[in-house]
């Protein structure tokens, strides 16, 4: 098990800019959303991932649904979502995501998920059945998957992305030389080579990098390099903020004129597409990376 780092009072009492500061949620949108969400006991990642543009997203109409229950097997030192041994995963989540998706009247929806590494298969037939039945009810939407690690399991990812899905995600999350101590139970090389995998089966690939972390500007243009040449499309890049005291602490508060400099590096070095700013997360304007 990785120790997590102590956490400084002044650390935890560090005022964040006016950068990133979000409106609460409100407006007659978000409560419709709420009440969805709420009468087909489905889970969130905006809520379980604590995200700031919960109120934009939530406003908009559109949410990221998280399957497979909201207990992840992994422990990664960033993350909000609750971490232990889930319990058992209910085989008719997919037609209620997808009847959610469809009153909802979603042109493009995300589907995340924990990571169940427990189960032989990494959830892998909820994830198939989900999109399959989403497609079924809402044949005119578009859908991202944003899939966990599978552990080199490809069996099972082919099962995962083989639904119909326009978009395969996978989060890298952090630099390579910050993975022990943010991604403990992941491998870097592991994720790409799983990126790597999706785009040779013919899927637009996209993956998201937090900063803020304490990594170095030449390992951020490295990783950008690795995704390029294991077949990544699409990068978003946002400013890590520590959900709780418990969690890893934030190295640096990185400017808004950074994450562009960031951007056009990007677009520079090869990716089709980089979504970057402070407040950006996985499935931020996933809309626009449909047809990029």
Not at 47 to 57: A, L, Q, V, Y
Not at 120 to 143: H, M, R
Not at 210 to 219: D, I, R
């Amino acid at each position: 098990m990785i120790e997590l780092p102590v956490i400084s009072e002044e650390s935890t009492k560090r005022k964040k800019p006016d950068w990133l500061r979000v409106k609460l949620p409100i407006g007659k949108e978000y409560a419709n959303v709420r009440k969805l969400v709420d009468e087909h006991k489905l889970h969130t990642i905006c809520e379980s991932g604590n995200c700031p543009n919960m109120g934009e997203c939530w406003g908009a109409g559109t949410a990221t649904f998280m399957i497979l229950g909201n207990v992840c097997t992994r422990s990664c030192s960033f993350c909000a979502v609750a971490t232990g041994r889930p319990p058992e995963y209910d085989t008719d989540e997919p037609r209620r995501v997808a009847e959610a998706i469809r009153l909802m009247k979603v042109k493009h929806a995300v589907i995340t998920s924990v990571n169940r590494d427990e189960l032989k298969d990494k959830g892998a037939e909820i994830w198939y059945q989900t999109v399959v039945e989403t497609k079924k009810l809402s044949p005119e939407t578009t859908i991202e998957t944003l899939i966990p690690d599978v552990k080199a399991s490809w069996d099972a990812l082919y099962r995962m992305i083989s639904a119909g899905q326009e978009v395969v995600s996978h989060n890298m999350e952090t630099v390579a030389s910050l993975y022990r101590r943010v991604r403990p139970q992941a491998k870097y090389d592991r994720s790409l080579e799983q990126i790597k995998l999706t785009k040779a089966y013919g899927k637009r690939t996209k993956t998201g990098i937090m900063l803020g972390l304490g990594e170095k500007q030449e390992e951020v243009h490295q990783a950008m390099d690795d995704l390029v040449a294991h077949g990544c499309d699409i990068l978003t890049l946002g400013q890590y903020l520590q959900p709780t005291k418990r969690h890893i602490e934030v190295a640096e508060f990185i400017h808004p004129e950074q994450f562009a400099a960031y951007r056009e590096e990007g677009l520079r070095r090869g990716l089709k597409y980089v979504e970057s700013g402070p407040l950006v997360r996985s499935s931020y304007h996933a809309e626009r990376h449909v047809n990029v």
